[in-house]
């Protein structure tokens, strides 16, 4: 297993709870107002949990909210976004299941912070 890891992104932060060969296992929290690129990934399929908040998110133009103790899957090649439309913090577990997770594995098709 690989040293676990803490970035802050423009959009939020995100924590490593887990990283091994055959998953990887991140909670991801978006501040007020912000949300991640319009992304997808070649490698890796995703589902994330809310567990604090309300999340919009968009899987391949689809719209869908929701609250703690909800999941949303993410197909793999699916592009898709979180996004804090609300006026509180909002954090998801993001479980990653495929054949890589390194975070050079992001297509962006929109991005707000122009990375």
């Known amino acids: 297993m ?18 091994s060969d055959y998953t990887k296992v991140k909670i991801i929290t978006v501040t007020p107002g912000q949300r991640s690129s319009y992304q997808s990934h070649k490698f ?12 919009t998110v968009i899987v391949d133009g ?10 949303v899957k993410i197909p793999l090649g699916a592009k898709h976004r979180a996004w804090n439309q609300g006026e509180k913090e909002c954090s998801f577990i993001e479980v990653q299941t495929g054949t890589y997770f390194g975070e050079d594995d992001i297509i962006r098709y929109e991005d707000d912070y122009e990375r």
């Open 2 to 19: 690989n040293t676990l890891e803490h970035d802050t992104r423009p959009w939020g932060s995100y924590q490593v709870l887990l990283d």
């Open 44 to 55: 890796r399929k995703e589902t994330w949990t809310i567990v604090k908040g309300i999340l």
């Open 62 to 71: 689809y719209k869908v909210i929701k609250g703690p103790g909800q999941s």
